[in-house]
């Protein structure tokens, strides 16, 4: 077996395992499993489009990669179908070896890497350049912080 053909067969068990959670407390819920490209939804696909909720719906939307699409792409989802619970999927931007592949995180606080430039062989992000301050609301210290989680 490759390793691709491994890392699938284990995020398929890690969505079984959400499956059974999703099923035990989500009773009529409008579910959406959200990503940035296909590739990062495909073992989810697998595994729920073949399963059945009790009066539950549950969906799938690729947004296209970045901020600006995914705002605009989730921002629409919310007005039109007024989602009860959105799971994102995916790589999430991370540039860390500290998840093993096909982990669920919870995000404790959000920093924009990307936004920013190089001035001098010197990475200035839009803190460091005066663009934003860094308790500008919805920062804090430069950092979105989850508010939801203790």
Same mark, same amino acid.
């Given at each position: 077996? %490759?390793?691709?053909? !491994?890392? =699938? *067969?284990? $995020?398929?068990?890690?969505?079984?395992?959400?499956?059974?959670?999703?099923? #035990?407390?989500?009773?009529?819920?409008?579910?959406?499993?959200?990503?940035?490209?296909?590739?990062?939804?495909?073992?989810?696909?697998?595994?729920?489009?073949?399963?059945?909720?009790?009066?539950?719906?549950?969906?799938?939307?690729?947004?296209?990669?970045?901020?600006?699409? %995914?705002?605009?792409? !989730?921002? =629409? *989802?919310? $007005?039109?179908?007024?989602?009860?619970?959105?799971?994102?999927?995916?790589? #999430?931007?991370?540039?860390?070896?500290?998840?093993?592949?096909?982990?669920?995180?919870?995000?404790?606080?959000?920093?924009?890497?990307?936004?920013?430039?190089?001035?001098?062989?010197?990475?200035?992000?839009?803190?460091?350049?005066?663009?934003?301050?860094?308790?500008?609301?919805?920062?804090?210290?430069?950092?979105?912080?989850?508010?939801?989680?203790?």
């Amino acid at each position: 077996m %490759s390793t691709s053909h !491994l890392q =699938q *067969l284990i $995020l398929q068990i890690e969505f079984l395992k959400t499956i059974a959670v999703i099923k #035990a407390t989500t009773l009529g819920m409008n579910i959406w499993i959200i990503a940035a490209t296909d590739f990062e939804v495909q073992a989810a696909k697998k595994v729920l489009l073949n399963e059945t909720f009790e009066n539950c719906s549950v969906h799938f939307l690729t947004t296209g990669v970045g901020m600006l699409l %995914s705002a605009v792409k !989730l921002t =629409q *989802l919310c $007005l039109e179908q007024k989602p009860d619970l959105l799971l994102q999927a995916g790589v #999430a931007g991370s540039f860390t070896n500290n998840f093993p592949l096909n982990s669920l995180t919870i995000v404790q606080q959000e920093a924009f890497g990307d936004l920013g430039v190089v001035e001098d062989t010197v990475w200035k992000d839009l803190f460091d350049l005066k663009l934003l301050s860094k308790n500008e609301v919805p920062f804090k210290d430069g950092f979105i912080i989850n508010q939801h989680i203790a």
